[in-house]
């Protein structure tokens, strides 16, 4: 089993900046891909962002290609997302997840994901 933590988020002007981070614990050796995911109100729940554990390689939605990045301090078992240039539509309860599906390819799916961690709030103010 793994078990995931987010921190960091918060309420934050338009055009602002957060970096969330996700710290795992429990068998993160069996970890082959990590994520972001986010679900505002009344919408489906939606990939964010990836980091493969095999081939490093990072893979983001359209929505927010050019503004967040996702990046790892594996010797902490810590993933962080940093969000830039924030938008009122970018609100939305963000998650961590964990996958223990190994592929050289990128888990961008929900079906990737064994494991979520609790979500934490960000809501962009207009």
């Known amino acids: 089993q793994v078990q995931l933590v987010e921190s960091g988020g918060g309420l934050v002007q338009a055009g602002g900046s957060l970096r969330l981070s996700c710290t795992a614990s429990?068998?993160?050796?069996?970890?082959?891909?990590a994520g972001w995911f986010r679900q505002a109100p009344g919408k489906e729940r939606e990939f964010v962002a990836t980091v493969n554990r095999i081939t490093g390689v990072r893979r983001y939605a359209d929505s927010v290609k050019g503004r967040f990045t996702i990046s790892r301090a594996t010797a902490q078992n810590t993933m962080y997302l940093e969000l830039d240039s924030l938008k009122p539509e970018d609100t939305a309860v963000y998650y961590c997840a964990a996958s223990d599906r190994r592929a050289a390819v990128p888990h961008t799916y929900r079906s990737d994901y064994a494991y979520w961690g609790q979500g934490t709030q960000v809501t962009v103010s207009s």
């Open positions: 429990g068998r993160t050796n069996s970890i082959y891909g």
